[in-house]
């Protein structure tokens, strides 16, 4: 992992230096808050390249936090809550404050090194916005009593993403080999695939961890331009936006300058 500056926002002193001590140990300077007044007060100054937050703080909470970084225009990080309560409503109100991920409080500290490692190496700055909407509308037909809990939603991603895999392998195989190599190819590549990740994704586990999936497909098809995939993630959301990049998501893939909005100068 490269270097790189996390903010740790949490009221209860033990957890937050335990914490500290795990990301100065993942290769992470570690900056410290024990309230989002204070949090926010950092992330102004020296513009962390994550922020995890605790989620039940006296006063404002961590969606008050997250919530006041949208609002100033602060946010260009990704957020992951900390929450030791694991219900659907922490789901439902972190998404809505600008939260792009979850923790449990007291898990294996391996789990916040898998989500650090991600969201620091990953390129992806947030849950995009169409995500965000998916992942809340699933989230909000969820009854409590049935809820099982925010990990338990996250445990099908390995099926999801080897059938991902499966199906834009095959794809490419039917491409040049030259395929890849120039910039457009890999835009229209990252627009195929995030239309196959939508495609799998169901519940708002699925949904939350959209970002995860599209790496994880990159990571195990192994190609040899894969490297480059993360300054592209980096812009997803500005990607997503152009007509093209969703038109070129809808059919299989094929040289970008045979698709129908190429020819037809859109």
């Given at each position: ?252 893939l094929r040289p970008f300058n045979t698709y129908d909005w190429y020819l037809k100068d859109i």
């Open positions: 992992m490269k270097g790189g500056t996390i903010l740790l926002v949490d009221d209860e002193p033990v957890v937050l230096h335990v914490h500290a001590a795990a990301v100065k140990h993942f290769g992470f300077e570690a900056l410290i808050a024990d309230n989002a007044h204070d949090a926010t007060k950092i992330v102004r100054a020296q513009r962390p390249d994550l922020v995890i937050s605790d989620i039940q703080m006296p006063g404002e909470g961590g969606f008050d936090f997250i919530e006041g970084l949208e609002r100033c225009g602060l946010k260009n990080m990704p957020a992951i809550y900390l929450t030791g309560y694991d219900d659907i409503d922490i789901v439902r109100g972190g998404l809505r404050a600008g939260g792009d991920d979850f923790i449990i409080k007291g898990g294996p500290v391996e789990g916040l090194r898998r989500r650090i490692a991600f969201w620091m190496v990953s390129g992806f700055r947030e849950l995009p916005s169409d995500l965000r909407t998916r992942a809340l509308q699933a989230a909000n037909n969820i009854k409590g009593d049935s809820f099982g809990g925010i990990e338990s939603n996250f445990s099908g991603a390995t099926t999801l993403v080897t059938s991902v895999a499966e199906k834009i392998s095959a794809e490419l195989k039917k491409l040049p080999a030259h395929y890849g190599k120039r910039k457009v190819d890999r835009i229209c590549f990252m627009g195929r695939l995030s239309n196959l990740v939508i495609k799998e994704s169901d519940a708002f586990g699925d949904y939350v961890r959209f970002p995860e999936h599209m790496d994880s497909v990159v990571r195990q098809l192994d190609l040899p331009w894969a490297k480059n995939m993360n300054v592209l993630f980096k812009r997803f959301e500005a990607w997503s936006c152009d007509t093209r990049f969703v038109l070129a998501g809808v059919e299989p």
